[in-house]
């Protein structure tokens, strides 16, 4: 049973920062062969995509936040983790994980992030 611990996220306001972390409870071998993501949802909001990285350390990220927000992984440690700079208020929202290997994926348990001053 793969797990996806989730730490980091809370309250912040705009313009401050926050690092979300995703801890993976699968082996070494299979999570370097897994693509990782973030998505969020809003109140009132579908579940919206943020970024990727595939097992390359290719990544890609969500117009809304491209420039603001980095992804990254340590494959060393089973982690992702999510640097967010810029805050803005439009930007609350619960944060998932998601890890996507061998035809299965998995979502972490989500934390909430508020941007309010």
């Known amino acids: 049973q793969v797990q996806l611990v989730e730490s980091g996220g809370g309250l912040v306001q705009p313009g401050g920062s926050l690092r979300r972390s995703c801890a993976a409870s699968?082996?070494?071998?299979?999570?370097?062969?897994?693509?990782m993501g973030w998505y969020r949802q809003a109140p009132g909001k579908q579940r919206e995509w943020v970024a990727t990285?595939?097992?390359?350390?290719?990544?890609d990220y969500a117009d809304s936040v491209k420039g603001r927000f980095t992804i990254s992984r340590d494959n060393a440690k089973n982690t992702v983790a999510l640097q967010m700079n810029s805050l803005k208020p439009e930007d609350t929202a619960v944060y998932y994980c998601?890890?996507?290997?061998?035809?299965?994926?998995?979502w972490g348990q989500g934390t909430q992030v508020t941007v309010s001053s």
């Open positions: 990285i595939a097992t390359s350390g290719r990544t």
């Open positions: 699968v082996s070494g071998s299979i999570f370097s062969i897994s693509t």
């Open positions: 998601k890890l996507v290997a061998l035809g299965r994926l998995y």
